[in-house]
């Protein structure tokens, strides 16, 4: 299943022990209607990210969601535990923008959602994982510099390096 690629990816590579543990996730359902949603398949991913996951989820925003999903969503939401559903949240408007940028860095976020990148229309895969004014550095260098370690590069740009 790519979710539990992709979330067991961002685990093993992307958060830093004991300095970034959880993530934040946003789910845009603009133009889906409430016959166009897999239920099937969405019980699947929250029965897999809770079990496999758990603990991992800071918040979540669903949103652009039409009247009839909004109002049918509490029947999705029961589908997670009490403490999961309290970092739910539901919007049809741009109210979610002021507390996402609390949370998010701006340079990370499209413009569609309050933040200052370019809105991706397609192509969504791989994300794109760049920082404005950081360079990426090749495994080679990485080695020369942090030997025997695994380097991680946390959000705020300072080096963290911890070995397996």
């Given at each position: 299943m790519?979710?539990?690629?992709?979330?067991?990816?961002?685990?093993?590579?992307l958060?830093v022990?004991?300095?970034v543990?959880n993530w934040?996730?946003?789910?845009d359902?603009n133009?889906?209607?409430?016959?166009?949603?897999p239920?099937k398949k969405m019980?699947?991913?929250?029965?897999?990210?809770?079990l496999?996951?758990?603990?991992?989820?800071f918040?979540q925003f669903c949103?652009?969601?039409s009247?009839m999903?909004?109002?049918s969503s509490?029947v999705?939401?029961?589908?997670?535990?009490d403490?999961?559903?309290?970092?739910?949240?539901v919007?049809?408007?741009?109210?979610?923008?002021?507390?996402l940028?609390?949370i998010?860095?701006m340079?990370s976020?499209?413009?569609?959602?309050?933040?200052l990148k370019?809105?991706?229309?397609?192509?969504f895969?791989?994300?794109?994982?760049?920082?404005?004014?950081?360079q990426?550095?090749?495994?080679?260098?990485?080695?020369?510099?942090?030997?025997?370690?695994?380097?991680?590069?946390?959000?705020?740009?300072?080096?963290?390096?911890r070995?397996e």
């Amino acid at each position: 299943m790519a979710t539990a690629y992709f979330c067991t990816f961002v685990v093993k590579k992307l958060l830093v022990v004991g300095r970034v543990e959880n993530w934040v996730m946003m789910i845009d359902l603009n133009d889906i209607s409430m016959a166009s949603i897999p239920i099937k398949k969405m019980q699947s991913i929250i029965g897999m990210t809770s079990l496999h996951f758990g603990g991992r989820l800071f918040r979540q925003f669903c949103v652009n969601m039409s009247w009839m999903l909004r109002k049918s969503s509490s029947v999705l939401l029961n589908l997670v535990d009490d403490i999961t559903q309290q970092k739910i949240t539901v919007h049809n408007d741009s109210s979610y923008k002021s507390e996402l940028v609390k949370i998010a860095p701006m340079h990370s976020l499209e413009r569609k959602y309050g933040g200052l990148k370019s809105n991706i229309e397609n192509n969504f895969w791989p994300p794109d994982m760049t920082m404005p004014g950081k360079q990426l550095m090749t495994m080679e260098q990485l080695k020369e510099e942090v030997p025997d370690a695994i380097a991680y590069f946390a959000p705020w740009g300072e080096k963290v390096a911890r070995e397996e």
